[in-house]
């Protein structure tokens, strides 16, 4: 069975780092035929993707946050992290990470997610 | 960026009854990329329709979808007690970014 589990730090100050990574156990990150995304949801809003990237080195970020953004893989762990710059109040979301699958007709739906993670960006 | 826009945001019905929720693109979708979800609160969001009218692993056949070009729409043929939840839809034609409808809360009357 499929799992995706968030971690990391729950409050990080004003222009700090956010970082987040995200463990998954029932699939390879080393495989071609997925794309590992991670997306918030600011309180009581709606979904944000934030990017995605893959093993073969893919990669896609928001146009809105692609200059403070980093997605990485760490297939030795197989796990993959967000890295999020110079935060600010308005980063305050649950962070989500999640799996796309490539099928005969391209990707971008998501079919598996983690169960989120709380950040708060507060000094 | 292609903006979705989702009808009505709230939905009152009772357990039984039909549910039709409508997402409309602000551009066309091409090769019907678009995806619905429902969420229930506190927990990530859980893929329920893809490629407009394919049913994901383990979703029942109350849940359907349907539409093309710019209108689409999600039906639940008989609402179950654990329907009631918010839905979004989710397009992936555009590769640039991907988009969310602003959502549907779907709930008990």
């Known amino acids: 069975q499929v799992q995706l589990q968030e971690s990391g730090p729950g409050l990080v100050k004003p222009s700090q780092t956010l970082s987040l990574t995200c463990s998954v156990s029932g699939a390879s990150i080393s495989s071609t035929t997925y794309f590992w995304n991670w997306f918030r949801q600011h309180p009581g809003k709606g979904l944000e993707w934030i990017g995605y990237?893959?093993?073969?080195?893919?990669?896609n970020n928001n146009p809105s946050l692609r200059s403070r953004i980093d997605i990485s893989l760490d297939t030795s762990k197989n796990d993959f992290s967000l890295e999020l710059r110079s935060v600010t109040a308005a980063d305050t979301a649950v962070y989500f990470c999640?799996?796309?699958?490539?099928?005969?007709?391209?990707?971008?739906?998501?079919?598996?997610w983690g169960q989120g993670s709380l950040v708060t960006v507060s000094s | 960026e292609i903006v979705l826009t989702q009808s009505p945001d709230t939905l009152s019905l009772s357990p039984g009854e039909r549910a039709t929720l409508s997402c409309r693109a602000s551009?066309?979708?091409?090769?019907?990329?678009l995806a619905w979800y429902q969420q229930k609160l506190g927990q990530a969001p859980r893929l329920l329709i893809y490629?407009?009218?394919n049913r994901a692993t383990g979703i029942p056949d109350r849940f359907s979808g349907s539409g093309s070009g710019t209108d689409f729409t999600l039906t639940i043929s008989r609402l179950e007690p654990e329907d009631f939840a918010v839905y979004y839809c989710q397009q992936y034609s555009s590769s640039i970014i991907y988009t969310f409808g602003q959502g549907t809360n779907l709930e008990i009357k």
């Open positions: 990237t893959n093993y073969n080195g893919a990669a």
């Open positions: 999640a799996r796309a699958p490539r099928d005969a007709s391209g990707f971008g739906y998501f079919d598996y």
């Open positions: 551009q066309n979708i091409n090769y019907r990329f």
């Open positions: 490629g407009a009218s």
